[in-house]
């Protein structure tokens, strides 16, 4: 008697296991009679076979692999690409140079790793000006011209915690240098007798930054207000972004941009993978670097709204805002992207239409902001 019941028992147990752990294979199918008249006898369900990750998952899987850096280097975070260990914590400088057209020839642009430009003043046909990113200033030889700030680029370099290295400025700016997190030198470079009006003559040369720093008690470190979050997705060093997995990808193989004082444009060089900087209808080169011509292997454009200040042409972007349109373009393609920025501390995002962050190829990377009214006039060919 006691035997029956603990097998009833048992059955019982056994019943509830194979319902709870099969309730889904007997949705899919009933239960043959052989299937009920089996032995009842307690057994684990059998997990099934993990399915093989499709091609897709795969490449993704190799993406996502984090590359080993050579000994002694790290990836840029400002390029991607491997420079030396020692820098890692150097704060990188942004610096303003003149882009007026008597302010040429430049000095150490080609050698920079991220260039912004932007309407600098509403007069005089937009005049622009550069921004222009380094991490290892140490090696500067001669970087300018140096000239004024606006608003806008202060509302920019902090993303970078980087040091704005400028002479001047409107008083406009008065508000944002009240910021603890902007660090500025302000007219205190060298000055190179080039035979032009003293305005264009302002240049870092070796020792001036080093100067700057010791001077001020500014660290030549990340600080506090740096987050070390990635500021931009890199594509892989060995597997280049060309933009293939994009079905919504144009050709780009020339850009004009809607910049009306300097007329610039940008033309893909296959060979180097990289886009050659053209305005005032010639070459822009670096005389201090063998005449060498700009080039950029990403291009990033903002739509941006302006804001004018006053009669005199000071004026400002709104580089803080949400799901605005731009482009992204390299490899002689170009993709439409949403841009966000949600504050000045916070890093400049950009998403393709799927709402993925993009990833950039290694290399140098040309920033424009482009005012909305002016957005349509851009020209890709």
Same mark, same amino acid.
């Given at each position: 008697m006691k035997r029956n019941l603990l097998i009833l028992l048992l059955a019982g147990v056994t019943a509830s296991m194979l319902f709870?752990?099969?309730?889904?294979?007997?949705?899919?199918?009933? #239960?043959?009679?052989?299937?009920?008249?089996?032995?009842?006898?307690?057994?684990?369900?059998?997990?099934?076979? #993990?399915?093989?990750?499709?091609?897709?998952?795969?490449?993704?899987?190799e993406e996502e692999e984090v590359e080993v850096a050579p000994d002694g280097k790290y990836a840029s975070e400002l390029t991607g690409e491997w420079i030396d260990l020692s820098l890692k914590d150097q704060r990188p400088i942004a610096v303003m140079v003149d882009d007026e057209k008597t302010a040429l020839p430049h000095f150490g642009i080609s050698t920079s790793d991220i260039v912004y430009e932007m309407v600098n003043s509403t007069a005089n046909e937009g005049v622009t000006r550069f921004m222009v990113m380094v991490k290892d200033w140490?090696?500067?030889?001669?970087?300018?011209?140096?000239?004024?700030?606006?608003?806008? %680029?202060?509302?920019?370099? #902090?993303?970078?915690n980087a040091v704005l290295c400028h002479d001047g400025g409107p008083f406009w700016n008065d508000m944002?240098?009240?910021?603890?997190?902007?660090?500025?030198?302000?007219?205190?470079?060298?000055?190179?007798? %080039?035979?032009? #009006?003293?305005?264009f003559t302002e240049y870092i040369l070796p020792g001036d930054l080093e100067k700057n720093f010791k001077n001020s008690g500014f660290s030549t470190t990340y600080n506090e207000f740096y987050s070390g979050l990635p500021h931009y997705q890199f594509a892989s060093h060995t597997k280049v972004n060309d933009l293939s997995d994009y079905p919504d990808a144009v050709k780009c193989e020339k850009i004009t941009l809607p910049f009306h004082h300097n007329n610039p444009w940008l033309e893909y060089d296959s060979e180097s993978h990289t886009y050659k900087y053209f305005q005032y209808n010639q070459k822009e080169v670096d005389a201090g670097n063998g005449n060498e011509q700009i080039a950029f292997t990403n291009l990033l454009l903002q739509n941006a709204r302006l804001e004018q200040l006053d009669s005199h042409g000071y004026m400002m972007y709104y580089p803080s805002e949400s799901d605005r349109d731009g482009w992204f373009i390299t490899e002689g393609k170009a993709i439409p992207v949403k841009w966000t920025k949600l504050n000045d501390l916070d890093a400049t995002r950009y998403y393709d239409m799927?709402?993925?962050?993009?990833?950039? %190829?290694?290399?140098?990377?040309?920033?424009?902001?482009?005012?909305?009214?002016?957005?349509?006039?851009?020209?890709?060919?």
């Open positions: 709870t752990g099969c309730k889904k294979k007997e949705e899919a199918a009933a #239960p043959t009679e052989a299937s009920e008249e089996a032995p009842i006898i307690a057994v684990a369900p059998e997990e099934p076979e #993990p399915e093989a990750p499709s091609v897709e998952e795969q490449e993704e899987e140490g090696s500067i030889k001669q970087l300018g011209s140096i000239r004024s700030t606006r608003p806008t %680029n202060l509302q920019i370099f #902090p993303e970078w944002f240098y009240k910021n603890k997190f902007v660090e500025r030198f302000s007219g205190t470079f060298s000055r190179v007798d %080039n035979g032009k #009006p003293r305005e799927n709402g993925k962050e993009i990833k950039i %190829n290694v290399g140098k990377s040309y920033v424009a902001l482009i005012r909305e009214e002016e957005w349509g006039n851009i020209e890709m060919e």
